[in-house]
């Protein structure tokens, strides 16, 4: 449930991510999706990127004290209704925030896992792997991998034999995180299926229309989406519907504003709202000219 906070005051949510200067991607993905959900967001940069809409050119982690640093300062001024992680930039980095996210243990976490982008492009070593396993999944609330995703965190990649999504989920929850949403975005599928998995197995699923993409920040645009609908008081399976129906329209009305990818429109309601109260006034009647009546 959110914290009590000044009459009048918008849940507040915090996220741990790095920079994409492109506001496709990453931190600022994460502001702008919690902010048209009715949160105050707050932010904690973990790394510095150079790209554009095409892909990641070079990354820069935070020192992992500076990382630590701005979350305190934070904390210690504002209560938090929830917390959203995305790419952390290196092992340090996830070892800072899972000291300091073990204070919270009341606060929801939700976990994009960030491995790599839309291009390709790894965000994610294998000893940042193993330290996002040890030290974050235990206290995530829900991660939200994709199938490829899901196999690396499950340590299961390698395997000679593809093993079944529910069997690799089960295998997080069991390591501590509460539920487990299966993105459907990578399978050669007409539909998207989303799968989400809690302790007792298949929770929900959602079949929506596959759109034509390809799309940067869909995962980010989800992760945030269900963090501000957590902090916002629903439960979590309505969360994950919510967010799930934000997201899609989201990419619904999509734009390509530079060479690369689509980048999901996270304001598309304020911008339907506006179209329509502009096709109202131009349905409604002129007043007459004050000039001409009589």
């Given at each position: 449930?959110?914290?009590?906070?000044?009459?009048?005051?918008?849940?507040?949510?915090?996220?741990?991510?790095?920079?994409?200067?492109?506001?496709g991607?990453g931190?600022q993905?994460?502001?702008?999706?919690?902010?048209?959900?009715g949160?105050?967001?707050?932010?904690?940069?973990?790394?510095?990127?150079?790209?554009?809409?095409t892909?990641?050119?070079?990354?820069?982690?935070?020192?992992?004290?500076?990382?630590?640093?701005?979350?305190?300062?934070?904390?210690?001024?504002?209560?938090?209704?929830?917390?959203?992680i995305?790419a952390?930039?290196?092992?340090?980095?996830i070892?800072?925030?899972?000291?300091?996210?073990?204070?919270?243990?009341?606060?929801?976490?939700?976990?994009d896992?960030?491995?790599?982008?839309?291009?390709?492009?790894?965000?994610?070593?294998?000893?940042?792997?193993?330290?996002?396993?040890?030290?974050?999944?235990?206290?995530?609330?829900v991660?939200?991998?994709?199938?490829?995703?899901?196999?690396?965190?499950?340590?299961?990649?390698?395997?000679?034999?593809?093993?079944p999504?529910?069997?690799?989920?089960?295998?997080?929850?069991?390591?501590?995180?509460?539920?487990?949403l299966?993105?459907g975005?990578h399978?050669?599928?007409?539909?998207?299926?989303n799968?989400?998995?809690?302790?007792?197995?298949v929770?929900?699923?959602?079949?929506?229309?596959r759109?034509?993409?390809?799309?940067?920040?869909?995962?980010?645009?989800?992760?945030?989406?269900?963090?501000?609908?957590?902090?916002n008081?629903?439960?979590?399976?309505?969360?994950?519907?919510?967010?799930?129906?934000?997201?899609w329209?989201a990419?619904?009305?999509?734009?390509?504003?530079?060479?690369?990818?689509?980048?999901?429109?996270?304001?598309?309601?304020?911008?339907?709202e506006?179209?329509?109260?502009?096709?109202?006034?131009a349905?409604?009647?002129?007043?007459?000219?004050?000039?001409?009546?009589?």
């Amino acid at each position: 449930m959110p914290t009590e906070t000044e009459q009048g005051a918008p849940p507040v949510v915090l996220t741990f991510a790095a920079s994409d200067p492109s506001g496709g991607t990453g931190l600022q993905a994460d502001l702008l999706t919690l902010a048209s959900m009715g949160c105050h967001p707050l932010s904690v940069v973990t790394a510095l990127t150079v790209q554009d809409t095409t892909g990641v050119e070079n990354v820069l982690p935070m020192d992992a004290e500076w990382v630590a640093d701005q979350a305190r300062c934070l904390l210690e001024d504002m209560p938090v209704d929830a917390f959203k992680i995305g790419a952390l930039g290196s092992v340090e980095n996830i070892a800072a925030i899972a000291e300091i996210l073990a204070d919270y243990p009341d606060v929801p976490l939700i976990l994009d896992p960030a491995l790599a982008t839309g291009r390709g492009d790894t965000h994610a070593t294998d000893a940042m792997m193993h330290a996002l396993r040890d030290l974050l999944i235990p206290q995530t609330t829900v991660v939200t991998p994709n199938g490829h995703e899901l196999r690396r965190l499950a340590e299961q990649e390698d395997s000679d034999e593809e093993p079944p999504v529910a069997e690799c989920a089960e295998r997080l929850i069991v390591s501590g995180c509460e539920f487990v949403l299966v993105t459907g975005t990578h399978d050669a599928t007409r539909d998207i299926v989303n799968t989400l998995y809690g302790k007792g197995g298949v929770v929900r699923t959602d079949t929506w229309a596959r759109l034509p993409g390809p799309f940067s920040g869909a995962g980010c645009t989800l992760a945030s989406a269900i963090a501000a609908m957590l902090a916002n008081g629903l439960d979590l399976p309505d969360a994950v519907r919510e967010a799930q129906d934000y997201t899609w329209n989201a990419l619904r009305k999509a734009y390509r504003p530079g060479m690369g990818h689509l980048l999901p429109d996270r304001l598309f309601w304020a911008r339907e709202e506006s179209e329509a109260r502009g096709e109202d006034e131009a349905e409604a009647p002129r007043p007459a000219d004050a000039r001409g009546s009589h």
